[in-house]
């Protein structure tokens, strides 16, 4: 024989068998535990409610979720601090392509093509090939000597603003924490290539005098 009542958390009429009197079941409704009685209760008749006048009579509808969504997902608050991961990433990369863009502009001003070219047009050794080239760039090198520094200052401002984006941002941020990873690792690689080439220029002038 089944036992009817209603739940104490919805208010919805509940149907269990009589076996379940007295135990703890599972509002299929509200999904709450409410206990059975031992008999059933009587359920009166639902009254329904006045609507104001002017209302409408129809619940407004659900608000449709964005266009390629998943059904159930749920929506996430933006996270400003990301953008730290982004820049660090970016930092790191301009970092790295610094040093390629100052060889390829010292390569084409340099005149090195063009005097490898006479060499070998003029059946010059090797010895001969690698000495000009080294001379060339020797010369470029003392001839604009701003723009090295120039490029120097700009690798060393990328890589000190990546490191600091690239921290700040695994400390704050709640997304995009790989491109934070590899933010980081790509400005110190630069960072440490850099330490050492000024410790070995220090060393070079300090063996020369």
Do not use: Y
């Not at 008749?45 to 997902?73: N, S």
């Not at 996270?79 to 610094?98: F, K, Q």
């Not at 005149?111 to 490898?116: K, N, T, V």
């Not at 997304?175 to 990873?181: E, F, L, N, P, W």
């Amino acid at each position: 024989m089944a036992i009817q009542f209603r739940c104490t958390g919805c208010g919805q009429s509940i149907e269990v068998d009589d076996e379940f009197a007295g135990r703890l079941v599972g509002c299929p409704f509200c999904h709450s535990s409410v206990a059975a009685p031992a008999a059933s209760q009587a359920i009166p008749a639902a009254v329904p409610q006045a609507t104001p006048m002017g209302a409408p009579t129809q619940p407004f509808p659900a608000p449709m979720a964005p266009f390629g969504a998943m059904p159930g997902a749920v929506m996430q608050a933006p996270d400003p601090a990301a953008r730290w991961c982004t820049i660090g990433l970016v930092c790191g990369i301009l970092s790295w392509i610094s040093p390629f863009v100052l060889g390829m502009v010292m390569v084409s001003q340099s005149g090195m093509f063009q005097e490898i070219q006479r060499l070998q047009a003029a059946n010059a050794d090797q010895k001969a090939t690698q000495d000009a080239i080294s001379n060339a760039l020797k010369q470029w090198t003392e001839d604009h000597g701003t723009t090295i520094v120039l490029f120097t200052l700009t690798m060393g401002a990328f890589i000190i603003l990546g490191l600091a984006a690239s921290i700040v941002g695994l400390i704050r941020a709640r997304s995009r924490k790989a491109q934070g990873v590899i933010g980081v690792i790509m400005c110190g690689i630069c960072a440490t290539c850099g330490l050492l080439q000024v410790l070995a220029g220090i060393a070079a002038g300090a063996a020369a005098g």
